[in-house]
């Protein structure tokens, strides 16, 4: 075995350990998914499929059964198929080339399933994933069930992979953490050259649009071997910041404006997530300055709240404590109208001008699969009202970091225009994320390649 199928045959290993002697695990990978007529989106590997096998062809999935044995089915090969859609490994070359104990063509999976799942006790399989999953594990077990007179034993448990895989990829290995890293690097230089392109445009008296900084950023991606960005990017300029879910478009960039960009690349199977909020023409004015360094200061105090033993809240509260209090100094929030800090917070008043949260789990995908709530605590309920729309939320204490999981942190500051809303703000909207990885210190922030400070991002800028 390379290096590589060390890796995936350990995790392999490591779950099969868990679903016991006589489990059973079945773990398709995702469709191809059309766009239109003859044309079909770019395609990408189920994030589960890939963790355990590194294999990225479609129509293809893996069992692996308790006792550590894993087989694949997968494309076979066709040399009519290969002449237009690119060369398959297929099932003979498969165990070499991925350390799998068995493949199969994918054909046979209807024939070899209900052999495999002879005598296991519990199947395992990713729940609520994949369509027609369900209904398709049900139709082998039924036509085991009818041959239990002929002494076929069904399994008489479905159970959850996810709960055992979400808990095994949220903490990221060596492995993961060098990719991930790259990825962060990678996007970092796109930002940069995004942010530069921009002055740049601006001085020579071009006519700047938010599709011109989309191009710099995936010409970046790709230049630097990244397959595709990993989630749509937000290219906004002025007023189009406020929107949060904002698609890169074909918005005039102006100078005396901010852009905020919400972009990065995938590689090799993992996300990554930056955003940086800048002046178009490379100089912050007062009012942007202001409600920019309020939002770096939040983000500030996350990062100082990441490290191990921390919950995953506390990086949002202390965001959330440092923008509330700026709202009130600069007057975004009126004192007299909603109270002191402790009132705001209490009443969420902040959230007319903060109104997400301030990160997720990163990993595979960018909004990565783990349980928010700490495992050993989980019955610890508590309810209350939302001050906001009065509806009772419910809560579990927050997951504990530990060192190996990764989160963003994307504090941020969106105003749209207002009554008794300082007119010199209208219409600013700010985030600023990086990707942290906690660490036996605290976190490593794996995106920094591209400068947050004013003074940097003035300074790139004007070079
Ligand atoms: N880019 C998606 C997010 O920030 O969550
Ligand atoms: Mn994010
Ligand atoms: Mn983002």
């Known amino acids: 075995m390379t290096h590589s199928t060390t890796l995936y045959a350990q995790r392999r290993a490591q779950l099969a350990r868990q679903i016991g002697p006589r489990g059973i695990a079945l773990i398709p990978t995702a469709p191809e ?3 239109n007529r003859d044309s079909d989106f770019p395609y990408r590997h189920d994030s589960y499929f890939y963790y355990l096998s590194g294999f990225t062809e479609p129509k293809a999935w893996l069992v692996i059964t308790g006792d550590g044995q894993s087989t694949l089915f997968c494309q076979p090969k066709d040399v009519e198929r290969e002449i237009w859609d690119g060369l398959r490994l297929g099932p003979l070359a ?36 994949h369509k027609g999953l369900e209904t398709r594990i049900d ?88 397959q595709a960005p990993a ?13 949060l879910h904002y698609r890169a478009d074909a918005g005039l960039v102006q100078s005396g404006e901010l852009v905020l960009i919400d972009a990065a690349c995938e590689l090799d199977g993992y996300a990554s997530d930056i955003t940086r909020t800048f002046p178009a023409n490379g100089c912050f004015s007062g009012p942007q300055r202001t409600l920019y360094e309020l939002v770096l200061a939040a983000q500030d105090a996350a990062v100082a709240a990441t490290r191990p033993g921390a919950r995953f809240t506390d990086p949002h509260e202390a965001a959330v404590k440092v923008l509330a209090q700026g709202m009130l100094d600069v007057g975004l929030l009126d004192k007299d ?57 419910k809560s579990r204490p927050a997951r504990i970091l530990r060192t190996g999981m990764a989160l963003t942190l994307e504090p941020g500051i969106y105003v749209r225009p207002a009554q008794g809303v300082p007119e010199c703000f209208h219409n600013i909207g700010i985030r600023i994320e990086d990707d942290a990885l906690v660490t036996e210190g605290g976190c490593e922030l794996m995106t920094r390649d591209v400068p947050v400070a004013v003074a940097e991002i003035e300074a790139l800028m004007r070079a």
Not at 338 to 357: P, T, W
Not at 368 to 381: A, H, K, L
Request: aromatic share 8%; proline share 3%; hydrophobic share 40%.
């Open 231 to 243: 989630y749509g990017s937000i290219v906004a300029a002025g007023a189009n910041a406020c929107v």
């Open 33 to 35: 998914q059309q766009r």
């Open 139 to 226: 139709g082998w077990l039924s036509g085991l069930r009818a041959r239990v007179r002929y002494g076929t034993l069904c399994p008489q448990q479905q159970r959850d992979l996810c709960t055992l895989l979400d808990e095994m990829r949220l903490h990221k290995d060596l492995h993961e953490q060098a990719i991930m890293r790259r990825a962060g690097s990678i996007s970092a230089q796109g930002h940069i050259r995004a942010m530069q392109t921009s002055s740049r445009m601006l001085r020579a008296g071009q006519e700047v649009r938010e599709y011109h900084l989309e191009a710099e950023l995936l010409h970046e991606f790709r230049r630097q071997g990244a």
């Open 337 to 393: 109208k909603v109270g002191n800090l402790a009132d705001v917070i209490e009443n969420r008043s902040y959230f007319a001008f903060y109104m997400h949260r301030t990160g997720h789990w990163i990993g595979m995908d960018v909004h990565d699969c783990g349980d928010y709530t700490e495992p050993s605590e989980i019955g610890q309920v508590s309810t209350r009202k939302d001050a906001l729309t009065g509806d009772i939320i």
């Open 94 to 129: 498969a165990p070499q080339a991925l350390g799998v104990d068995a493949a199969f063509s994918v054909a046979e999976l209807d024939a070899q399933l209900p052999s495999l799942l002879d005598g296991c006790d519990a199947v395992w399989f990713p729940f609520a994933t």
